[in-house]
């Protein structure tokens, strides 16, 4: 019976470190996005922006997480579909359009106009035909990185994890090895 005891202990040990292994990684990566986010409010690696669409459009379905490479505007061609960032009315919203007009203003800059939006190479986040898309992934980054998800999945579950530690300090100091918790 104490053997069976003994490689029960090892399996649960094996599989409660497997899952903190996860949700530490989970937890990084939330915080990572969270430090990493542009002016627009998106996760941006270099040259990569992750984009977890929130409604249903013509190619992709709410929460699909996409992750978009930005490309040179020589790469940009006419009935492209782009992702962008529409400035008008000081409201910054992440748009989905397919170019209509392309104008070479010069060498680092160009003008780009899809359906009623005309705006700059600037405020081109990708190409739809260039992007990866991960399915549902994209609600759970959005709840990780949420404001009350962040607070419920990563800051309280670390702060019990934290307090258990100080408690188990503070008793193994007054008690010694008389009393574990």
């Known amino acids: 019976m104490c053997v069976v005891g003994g490689y029960m202990k090892k399996i649960l040990r094996i599989i409660f470190g497997f899952v903190g292994f996860v949700y530490l990684v989970a937890a990084v990566f939330a915080i990572v996005c969270l430090i990493k986010k542009n002016d627009y409010g998106y996760p941006q690696f270099n040259n990569k922006t992750l984009i977890i669409i929130d409604e249903d459009n013509d190619y992709y379905k709410s929460g699909d997480l996409v992750i978009i490479e930005k490309p040179s505007n020589d790469d940009v061609k ?93 008793s193994e100091i007054r008690y010694g090895n008389k009393k574990k918790i």
Do not use: C
């Open 78 to 170: 006419i009935n492209d579909g782009v992702f962008f960032y529409d400035t008008e009315f000081k409201k910054n919203t992440l748009n989905v359009g397919t170019i209509i007009a392309k104008e070479k203003v010069n060498e680092n800059e160009t003008t780009f106009q899809v359906q009623g939006h005309k705006f700059s190479s600037e405020y081109l986040v990708g190409k739809i035909d260039g992007s990866m898309k991960y399915s549902t992934i994209g609600k759970i980054l959005g709840t990780l990185t949420s404001k009350w998800g962040f607070f419920f999945i990563i800051i309280i579950p670390f702060f019990i994890m934290f307090m258990v530690e100080i408690i188990a300090i503070y």
